[in-house]
């Protein structure tokens, strides 16, 4: 159940293994790196983003909604 909000952020990474129910909202965000190998429940909110690189390895019902993005 972790929840991370971050509007308007410059590169942000997120290591989150093992877990479980992983929100990420990212708006407007530049070099977003995630790694969450393992993870379960993984939704991705990243409008506008650019350079955004998402590591999931045997992740299940990962759900990435990424518009207008380079």
């Known amino acids: 159940g972790t929840t991370i909000y971050s509007p308007h952020s410059q590169g942000t990474t ?3 293994s093992p877990s479980q129910g992983t929100t990420i909202y990212s708006s407007q965000t530049k ?3 995630i790694s969450s190998p393992c993870s379960q429940g993984k939704t991705i909110y990243s409008p506008h983003s650019q350079g955004t690189s998402i590591y999931s390895p045997h992740s ?3 759900s990435i909604y990424a518009p207008h993005s380079h």
């Open 14 to 16: 997120i290591y989150a």
């Open 31 to 33: 070099g977003t790196t």
């Open 60 to 62: 299940q019902g990962t």
